[in-house]
C-alpha cells in the first residue's frame, strides 16, 4: 500500500482574557516577579475565570483553526483532544468537545493524556491515520484549564507560578498533491516515554490507589490532587530528551539543523529553550517562544507557538519546521514538518 502524507491545514488559539502577573500572584504566595523572570523567564499568564473548562477554550481554538485553514467541520473524521485538565475524568474532553463544536455523530473523539508531549503524540496519531487513508481530516487540539487545579499558597509556588491557562489546533489533512519535499508535509513524528518517571511530575488524586475511594477525605488533607514536580530532575531530562528528539527527526529525513528554518518547542522554562538552543547549536533567533507572555499551557504550548509565529509573520509557508516536547511521564517527542 502507497502511504500517503499529511500536512497542516490551518492553524488557531485561545487565551482566556484575564491576565495575571508575577506581582499579581505575590497576593497568594510568597513569590516574587524578579524570582519568577529569572527562574523561568515567564512574566504573566492566563487565567480562566468563572466555569470555564477546558472544551471551552478548545472550542475557540478548533473554531478559529477550522477558519484559517478554510476547511468546515462536517469535513472533520477525526478529533483529538490532548489535554491533562479535561472537563470531567469521563468521558474524554474531546466527546464534550465535539458536542459544543457539533462535529457530526460518529466521527471519533480521542483524549491523549501525554501532558506537554500531548500535541505532538495527537499529531503523531492523526498523521498515521491519514498516512493510511483511514482519515481525510482531523482536528488536533492542545487545551488546559491549570489555574483551577494547582495548589496557589506558598507551598505549591514551584509548579503554580510556572502554569497558565490556554488552547490551540491545527487542522491537519492529507495531501494528495507532494510533487517535492519542498511542498507542505508532514516528514515525520517520533513519540517517546519511561514511565520510571512517572512520579516525578505528577498528581495523585483521584486515585483508585487509596483504598476506601478514589477522593478520599485524606487527599484533601494531604494536598494529594494537586500536581507535584521535582523540578530539577524534570529540567535534567528536558535538556537531554529534547535535543535527541530533533536530532531523531533530523536523522529520519536526511536533514542537517541548518536546513531548519524555524524551532517551536514546548514552553516549560525559557532556560530549558536557550539551553536546548545551545546543545544543538542553533542561534536563539531561529527558536519562537511563548513562555513570557502565556507561561507553560502544557498541550497548548505548541499549537500556540505556531499560531502566534504565524501571527508575527515568523512562520511562513514553505519553511523547513522542527518541534519537540517533553514532560511529565516522563514522555517526550518531535516532529519535523513543511509549513
Ligand atoms: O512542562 C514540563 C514541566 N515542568 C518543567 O519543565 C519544569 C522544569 N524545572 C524548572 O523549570 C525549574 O527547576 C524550576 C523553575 C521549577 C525551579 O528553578 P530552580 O532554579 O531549579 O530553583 P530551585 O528548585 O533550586 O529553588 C531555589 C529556591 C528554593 O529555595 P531554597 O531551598 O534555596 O531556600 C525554593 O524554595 O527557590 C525557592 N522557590 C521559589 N521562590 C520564590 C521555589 N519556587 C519559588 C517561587 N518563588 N515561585
Redesign the pocket.
Given at each position: 500500500m502507497m502511504l500517503k502524507k499529511s500536512k497542516f491545514l490551518g492553524i488557531g488559539s485561545y487565551l482566556p482574557k484575564r491576565v495575571v502577573t508575577n506581582n499579581d500572584l505575590t497576593a497568594f504566595?510568597?513569590?516574587?516577579d524578579e524570582?519568577?523572570r529569572e527562574?523561568?523567564g515567564i512574566e504573566t499568564r492566563h487565567w480562566v475565570e468563572g466555569t470555564t473548562t477546558t472544551s471551552d477554550l478548545a472550542l475557540i481554538a478548533a473554531e478559529r483553526a477550522l477558519e484559517n485553514a478554510g476547511v468546515k467541520k462536517d469535513e472533520i473524521d477525526l478529533l483529538i483532544v490532548a489535554t491533562l485538565s479535561p472537563d470531567h475524568d469521563f468521558p474524554g474532553t474531546a466527546c464534550f468537545l465535539q458536542e459544543k463544536l457539533g462535529i457530526r455523530a460518529g466521527v471519533p473523539a480521542l483524549d491523549v493524556r501525554q501532558?506537554?508531549s500531548g500535541f505532538l503524540y495527537g499529531l503523531s496519531i492523526a498523521d498515521q491515520f491519514i498516512k493510511t487513508g483511514m482519515v481525510k481530516k482531523a482536528l488536533v487540539i492542545g487545551a488546559e484549564v491549570h489555574s483551577k487545579g494547582m495548589d496557589l499558597t506558598t507551598a505549591g509556588?514551584?509548579?503554580s507560578?510556572?502554569f497558565g491557562d490556554g488552547a490551540g489546533a491545527a487542522v491537519v489533512g492529507v495531501c494528495d498533491d507532494v510533487v517535492s519535499d519542498k511542498d507542505s508535509q508532514i516528514f515525520s513524528t517520533h513519540i517517546h516515554a519511561d514511565g520510571n518517571f512517572a512520579r516525578e511530575?505528577w498528581v495523585k488524586a483521584p486515585s483508585m490507589t487509596y483504598s476506601t475511594s478514589r477522593l478520599p477525605e485524606e487527599a484533601f488533607a494531604n494536598k494529594d490532587t494537586f500536581p507535584k514536580?521535582n523540578?530539577?530532575t524534570?529540567?535534567i531530562h528536558?535538556t537531554r530528551r529534547m535535543p535527541e528528539a530533533i536530532q531523531e527527526a533530523l536523522a529520519a529525513n536526511n536533514r542537517k539543523i541548518e536546513e531548519v528554518d524555524l524551532f517551536i518547542f514546548?514552553q516549560?522554562?525559557l532556560?530549558?529553550n536557550q539551553m536546548v538552543a545551545k546543545q544543538l547549536g542553533i542561534s536563539e533567533d531561529k527558536v519562537f517562544n511563548t513562555i513570557q507572555k502565556y507561561g507553560?499551557t502544557?498541550a497548548a504550548t505548541i499549537p500556540i507557538g505556531l499560531a502566534d509565529a504565524v501571527a508575527a509573520g515568523k512562520l511562513k509557508k514553505g519553511m523547513l519546521v522542527a518541534s519537540a516536547a517533553?514532560?511529565?511521564g516522563f514522555t517526550w517527542s518531535s516532529a519535523l514538518f513543511r509549513w
Open positions: 504566595m510568597d513569590t516574587s524570582w519568577i527562574r523561568s501532558q506537554c509556588r514551584e509548579v507560578v510556572l511530575l514536580m523540578g530539577k524534570v529540567f528536558a514546548h516549560a522554562n532556560r530549558i507553560n502544557t517533553f514532560g511529565s
